[in-house]
């Protein structure tokens, strides 16, 4: 068979990791969550005390930085110059910078090569914002994932619950609308549909029924 590469791309909180995580299962594939890489850089600069939305200091920051995915029994591990970052970089903190950092010419350079460089034998999964536009453009198949912002918020309410982070409802709205604003409106590839991108909406589908409609989308290609 042929290994595709599938770019799965869309706002934040669309439901893309899990989908894209199922999606690679079933296919044998490998799973590469990008936003955790723009993740690990945030942690990274925090850590090191680099300003968010410093280019220059974060290119240098970044001419040592070593992220590797790690798989483990519960899903794969995220590791940053050697720290286990996996937890950390799901928290508030992280992911409300996110985005200043994601913005920087010198990260989105590093990373989408990075990114590139993993996906240069096929049989990829891909998530992010810009995959199928900018790191991607070749994919065989582009998923645009969507969903409203209400049942967004509720789907990362409900994850929070699970990892006891108490933030309100209304508080993660809010924090979800900032962030496609921040995402859809930066100058170096911002979140866009890619014109031959198939957009799936799953604000009423359930798991199953958003990875059956990719898999059909799959299927017809390989
Ligand atoms: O997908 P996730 O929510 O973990 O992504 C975190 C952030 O990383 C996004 O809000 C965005 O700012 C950035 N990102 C990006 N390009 C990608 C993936 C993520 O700019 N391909």
């Known amino acids: 068979a042929k290994k595709l590469k599938i770019a799965i791309d869309g ?31 945030t942690w990274l600069a925090i850590q090191q005390n680099v300003a968010l939305n410093d280019d220059l200091a974060l290119a240098e920051m970044l001419k040592t930085i070593e992220i590797k995915f790690v798989p483990s029994k519960n899903g794969q591990l995220v590791f940053v110059n050697g720290n286990d970052v996996t937890k950390e970089i799901r928290m508030p903190d992280i992911t409300n910078n996110v985005s200043t950092v994601a913005a920087q010419v010198s990260v989105r350079t590093k990373l989408t090569q990075q990114q590139q460089e993993i996906a240069v034998n096929g049989g990829i999964v891909m998530d992010g914002r810009d995959i199928g536009t900018t790191v991607l453009p070749d994919a065989e198949i582009k998923i645009f994932l969507v969903a409203s912002v209400k049942e967004r918020a509720l ?10 982070i108490a933030t309100p409802l209304r508080e993660l709205e809010r924090e979800i609308e900032e962030r496609d604003r921040k995402d859809s409106t930066r100058v170096v590839s911002p979140l866009v549909q890619a014109e031959d991108a198939t957009k799936v909406d799953t604000t009423s589908l359930n798991i199953e029924e958003v990875v059956s409609k990719i898999m059909e989308i799959v299927e017809n290609k390989l």
């Not at 990791?17 to 690990?40: F, P």
């Not at 789907?155 to 006891?164: A, L, P």
């Open 11 to 41: 706002p934040a909180s669309a439901g893309k990791s899990t989908v894209a995580k199922l999606v690679a299962h079933k296919l044998k594939y490998i799973y590469c969550d990008t936003g955790a890489m723009y993740r690990a850089v």
């Open 155 to 164: 789907r990362r309410f409900k994850e929070n619950q699970i990892k006891k």
